[in-house]
């Protein structure tokens, strides 16, 4: 079996293309990412051991979606078009809502029902679906499977999941409650780290970071998540690229109470003008932050300042959450990339024990490893996250079964 995996982000679109062998592991034959959406979007990918670039016209998810698959029917493996071989598909739907709590099979009705969603999480669903609708156009007899997100987290004690608000609030037809997002990276990091270090999860707290354009973490005991940040929406918990996080929902209604702005435009700039831009004023990139914060630019440092201390307050948290961790575990963009911002974390957190091997956290950059001296209590590891290894291996427990 060949699977092709579409992980839609809010900014961009990474693909994976796996083969099942014969011990029924999954071997990845190429992987790549379009982002940068607009005339001279990137299109970047990597297959028989070679990196490519090209600069294509994608403005969004579908036309994205239409120049992979493009690029797919392109290449060929002993003349066959790779498109051509694809024999199933998995997709990352990041809102699943309380209909979808395990992969499930793409169908018209379930199709309809993700649609529904959609006001959930505005920036990821509607780019998944524009994915899946590419699909079906050029690939309609290839079964193709949704994994969620939010399913990680569907097991959260109910003191967790529970907002504190008015009861008919959290009831149908409303339903407001605590999903979490992020769920197949949190995942992937707790069970890479449970089969490095040949540990049981039934004995384990950890604690998982996955900071990317948007930034999540969560508390996991005995492999199960606890605890996380993200909440109805991607919105709430650490402060994002170009979301806030944590804010006092008195602020939104006082700027609806008093007219100065609409529903649409507060929705645009909590998703799109908030979080590091919004704080910097410049730039929602933590690289060019850290470049312009060493130039001596206010707004970045002070942007830098609070992702970070926003981060170290929810590990000190969780912490308690967990009566003390065996691991704290960064992953996404920044957490494998950035060993500055990883040491800026971690600085003044002796008091539970933990610390850095300088060395280390140098020299781990998008590779697995622990960065914490051997006697550190917790451990602190770099884990790389691979959601679309997952993804595909969901796909086919799913496919198994139907």
């Known amino acids: 079996m060949t699977i092709l995996v579409f992980n839609s982000g809010s900014s961009s679109l990474k693909f994976q293309l796996f083969a099942q062998e014969d011990t029924n592991a999954l071997a990845s034959l190429l992987q ?3 982002r940068g959406f607009g005339n001279e979007a990137i299109c970047e990918w990597n297959y028989d051991g070679k990196r490519e670039q090209t600069s294509i016209a994608a403005n969004d998810h579908n036309e994205a979606a239409q120049s992979v698959i493009k690029l797919l029917d392109d290449l060929t493996d002993e003349g066959k078009s790779l498109l051509r071989g694809v024999t199933a598909i998995g997709h990352r739907i990041v809102h699943g809502g309380d209909m979808f709590s395990a992969p499930v099979l793409i169908t018209e009705n379930n199709l309809s029902t993700l649609d529904s969603l959609s006001s959930l999480a505005p920036l990821h669903n509607p780019p998944a ?3 899946i609708e590419v699909c079906q156009e050029h690939l309609a007899d290839v079964p193709m499977v949704a994994v969620f997100d939010t399913a990680f987290f569907k097991a959260l004690p109910d003191y967790v999941r529970t907002y504190a608000l008015p009861p008919e609030w959290t009831k149908p037809p409303h339903g407001i409650r605590r999903y ?6 949190h995942r992937y990091m707790s069970e ?3 089969s490095i270090n040949n540990v049981n999860p039934k004995s384990s707290r950890i604690i998982t970071l996955q900071l990317g354009h948007g930034c999540s973490v969560a508390a996991i005991l005995g492999g199960r998540a606890m605890e996380t940040s993200m909440g109805f929406t991607p919105l709430e918990g650490l402060i994002m690229a170009t979301r806030p996080g944590d ?3 008195g602020a939104v209604l006082h700027l609806l109470e008093s007219s100065a702005m609409s529903v649409s435009e507060l929705n645009d700039g909590l998703n799109h003008r908030a979080g590091l831009l919004g704080l910097s004023g410049v730039s929602a990139d933590m690289q060019t932050l850290l470049t312009l914060e060493a130039q001596g630019h206010a707004g970045a440092s002070l942007a830098i300042k609070a992702f970070c201390h926003r981060v170290r307050k929810y590990i000190g948290a969780y912490l308690a959450v967990l009566g ?5 575990i960064f992953g996404g963009g920044i957490g494998e990339q950035s060993a500055a911002i990883r040491a800026r974390i971690c600085t003044g957190m002796q008091w539970c ?3 850095l091997d300088v060395e280390s956290n140098e020299s781990a950059i998008g590779v697995a490893a622990c960065i914490s001296p051997s006697d550190s209590q ?5 884990i790389p996250v691979d959601e679309e290894l997952l993804i595909a291996q969901d796909t086919l427990n799913c496919l198994k079964k139907t």
């Open 378 to 382: 917790p451990a602190v590891w770099v």
């Open 129 to 131: 679906l524009a994915a």
């Open 192 to 194: 890479r780290y449970f």
């Open 324 to 328: 003390g961790a065996d691991a704290i």
């Open 247 to 249: 804010v006092d929902v």
């Open 32 to 34: 790549g990412s379009v």
């Open 353 to 355: 024990g933990l610390a």
């Open 180 to 185: 979490g997002f992020h769920g197949l990276a």
